[in-house]
């Protein structure tokens, strides 16, 4: 069950990921991970968008192309960072968001036990799905402004895109 809300100041959030570089075009490359934390993001306008997992239908296909094609539009108005958020771990984040072609525009971050992700109620169980998921991140979209929350989407159905697309985050700003 969500348990943050818009007015809500974020609880500490420590993440990891791999950071873009040049030599990550190289599909051979692994890069080396490195961590960040939400104290990073005070004073700053930060768009968070949270997804099961990378490379499946809805993330991969929908959920995440949106954000990236929008990227400019967002950063015009005013947002500093933006971030998808997943339990997979750093590497498959990203491999998967090279293939997406985020570079630098969109960090993945690993909430590989989904320690933030609980602490806000943000997490689905998908064992019964069959496929070998878990527990997972569930998908949402977050928009915080001095670590604090301004929009909050959470799905109901995490196979659905809707209110955790770009374009109420886009409405929101």
């Given at each position: 069950?969500?348990?943050?809300?818009?007015?809500?100041?974020?609880?500490?959030?420590?993440f990891i990921?791999?950071?873009?570089?040049?030599?990550?075009?190289?599909?051979?490359?692994?890069?080396?991970?490195?961590?960040?934390?939400?104290?990073?993001?005070?004073?700053?306008?930060?768009?968070?968008?949270?997804?099961?997992?990378?490379?499946?239908?809805?993330?991969?296909?929908?959920?995440?192309?949106?954000?990236?094609?929008?990227?400019?539009?967002?950063?015009?108005?005013?947002?500093?960072?933006?971030?998808?958020?997943?339990?997979?771990?750093?590497?498959?984040?990203?491999?998967?968001?090279?293939?997406?072609?985020?570079?630098?525009?969109?960090?993945?971050?690993?909430?590989?036990?989904?320690?933030?992700s609980d602490?806000?109620?943000?997490?689905?169980?998908?064992?019964?799905?069959?496929?070998?998921?878990?527990?997972?991140?569930?998908?949402?979209?977050?928009?915080?402004?001095?670590?604090?929350?301004?929009?909050?989407?959470?799905?109901?159905?995490?196979?659905?895109?809707?209110?955790?697309?770009?374009?109420?985050?886009?409405?929101?700003l």
């Amino acid at each position: 069950m969500v348990s943050i809300k818009v007015g809500d100041e974020i609880p500490l959030g420590k993440f990891i990921y791999v950071p873009y570089t040049p030599e990550l075009a190289d599909s051979s490359a692994c890069g080396l991970p490195a961590k960040v934390s939400t104290d990073a993001w005070k004073g700053k306008k930060v768009l968070i968008f949270g997804l099961p997992g990378a490379f499946t239908p809805p993330c991969h296909g929908n959920h995440a192309p949106q954000y990236l094609a929008k990227v400019d539009e967002l950063k015009a108005k005013g947002v500093d960072v933006i971030a998808v958020l997943s339990a997979n771990d750093p590497f498959v984040l990203s491999g998967w968001s090279r293939i997406l072609g985020f570079e630098d525009k969109i960090l993945a971050l690993s909430d590989f036990e989904t320690e933030w992700s609980d602490k806000l109620g943000l997490t689905v169980d998908l064992s019964g799905a069959g496929i070998g998921l878990g527990k997972r991140t569930t998908r949402f979209a977050l928009l915080l402004d001095d670590l604090k929350v301004k929009y909050i989407g959470v799905e109901e159905d995490p196979t659905q895109v809707t209110v955790s697309g770009v374009e109420p985050v886009l409405a929101a700003l």
